[in-house]
């Protein structure tokens, strides 16, 4: 896509959080080549002390953003951190902003993205116990999520994107030794992403303790991972301070910051806006 001067929303989170402060650093260094509109208004409040308010102001942040990119008002959005226990107060029945935006722009083909400046990770499952990743895994989710990954690094700007898809268990389960989802989800679902033409390269599966430093490394573009921590535990490892989290498969993106509304530091002059910085980044390159 190619715009000559997109409209990059943002929201503010929770304000008692370090979300503004984040934000407003991040725009100080943001690109001149696109507009920046906040999502809602400022209040006043006390930094580290979320309130019911802060909570009526999140949401009405987040439900402003999802009609503004329904609409095409804008062309993409940085979300801030919110506190979902707080949301919860006031209505918000999701697991996260992910599924949100999901629900709200009316898409159900859609997955969590994790990107730093060494690592990018999409996730099969998200927040589930350990014990329900197997039962929950299927190779359906395995191709979907790969697509979704390789469509969202061809956006950002990788021509025929190399994506790993990682195993489940320990040495790719030792042939049966440890478990066999690797031959009967991952696969015939490898098989069949391989069959289908997407100008993508799909590998795998990969030993789980290892593709993650291959990655790294160059040797792929992307990994697509079973359950939540095998993916976020590497990347978060690496990428700590400039990860973000990207909903892909939305027809415009949202991504955010990978970290939480810190409010014990909120106020203090002590949070790092590199994360929401490359949030806004990867907002503008995809829309040029």
Known sequence: MSIESPVIGYTLGDQAGIGPEVIRAALQQASGKAHYRSMGKSISCTPGQPTIETAHAAMEHLEQAADALKSGEIDAVVTAPIC???????????????????????????????????????????????????????????????????????????????????????????????????????????????QQSCNARFTGPCVPDCVYRDAAQGLYDGVVAPYHDQALIPLKLLDFDNAVNVTIGLPRLRVSPDHGTAFGIAGKGLANPASTMRAFEIALNSVH
Do not use: W
Request: aromatic share 6%; with cysteine.
């Open 84 to 194: 979902k226990e707080n949301l919860h107060k006031v209505g918000f029945n999701y697991p996260g902003q992910t599924e949100f935006f999901a629900d709200r722009l009316g898409v159900s083909n859609f997955a969590m993205c994790l990107t730093g400046k060494h690592l990018t990770v999409a996730l099969c499952t998200t927040h589930l116990s350990i014990a329900e990743v197997p039962h929950r895994l299927k190779s359906s989710e395995i191709v979907r999520v790969a697509h979704l990954l390789a469509d969202f690094l061809q956006k950002t700007g990788t021509q025929a994107p190399r994506v790993a898809i990682a195993g489940l268990n320990p040495h790719n389960g030792e042939n049966g030794a440890f478990g066999n989802e690797e031959s009967t989800l991952i696969i015939p679902a490898i098989n069949e992403l391989c």
